[in-house]
């Protein structure tokens, strides 16, 4: 089952979903709407290899935006720590954004229960596109959970601002 | 309702998930990360006709040309005559603008077997045989279930798309 907006809001205030900044208006009838922030990360190397730890460049994002060519792919991030330790989140784009030919992620959208902090964007534009710090890119809805619910302890847990990719982690430790 | 990783490992015991093989060290808290094998599906073009060959991924990895498809498998054998499923990319390959699995996410209730994966690469990306690509959830149903037979859900190796058999692009 997915909550509804009116049930997010409930949640929110009895702690048991995570969203701050929490503005009212961001509610939708089934999701929450979440903002862009102010930095965007790109990797500096030209292959992308997951059992190294690429190269990359944090930026910010300028006062009258970041104009992403066709075929662009950088990370950024929600401004909202997200979370919830009860229902588990999924991101998805706002509709509007993926009419502009952009991808706000890259077929991953689901998040473990459990992990709370900001949400990194996997940005990858088809078309040219200007985004602005501070617009509405993206949405998170909540679904509950059957079980008995574990908390998230991995390596993305407590993500402050733009992560980029820890998948070495997993080659260090012998097991791809 | 989406399973959690505890309730996932419980119906893998009551018959009703099938991960195989299963470690209980690739569970999350809500989905279960699964491998990718160790074949790719290549396409070319000779003529201006589409011709594909398989490739055995090498041990030093096999570089995916950006933005373009590939086809791959998944390790596992997985499935469930239960919960319908979802099966998408893991965040830490996302972030490296891998795409696996292009929009088409769903699993139908009743299919079992490896399935078939749609590798894109925004950048030049290395894949790895056997290395953890994905994750797959799975989700309580309603309504009267009729399992899914049709299809791709007899095939354990990289299944190129029908359509293409059917047009006859690539004989």
Known sequence: MILTGEEIKKRYREGKIVINPFIEMNITTNSYDLILGDKYLVYTTKI????????????????????????????????????????????????????????????ADLIDIGSIGNITFQLFAT???????????????????????????????????????EAYQDFRRGCK | MILTGIEIEKQLNNGNIVIDPFIHEQLNPNSYNYRIGDEIIEFYYLDGKKMKRRV????????????????????????????????????????????????????????????????????????????????????TNEGEILLYHGGYSLFNLPTISKLEEENDIDR
């Open chain 1, 48 to 107: 992308l290899d997951p059992a190294k730890n690429n190269p990359y460049e944090i930026r910010k994002i300028p006062e009258d935006g970041l104009v992403l060519k066709k075929g662009d792919f950088a990370l950024s991030y929600s401004k909202e720590i997200v979370g919830s330790n009860y229902y588990v989140p999924i991101i998805h784009a706002k509709s509007s954004i993926a009419r502009l030919g952009l991808f706000i992620h890259v077929t």
């Open chain 1, 127 to 165: 078309m040219p596109v200007r985004i602005y710090s501070g617009m509405l890119i993206a949405q998170v809805s909540f679904w509950v959970p059957e079980g008995k619910i574990t908390l998230y302890d991995g390596k993305y847990k407590g993500s402050s601002g733009v992560r980029p990719s």
């Open chain 2, 56 to 139: 055995k991924i090498p041990s030093g990895g096999f570089q995916l040309e950006p933005q373009t498809i590939y086809l791959a498998s998944t390790y596992e054998i997985l499935g469930s005559k239960k919960y319908a499923m979802s099966l998408i990319g893991r965040s830490s390959l996302g972030r490296l603008s891998l795409f696996l699995q292009i929009s088409a996410n769903l699993g139908h209730t009743g299919s079992c077997h490896k399935w078939t994966l749609e590798l894109v690469s925004m950048k030049p990306f290395i894949i790895y045989s056997k290395m953890k690509v994905g994750q797959i959830s799975f989700w």
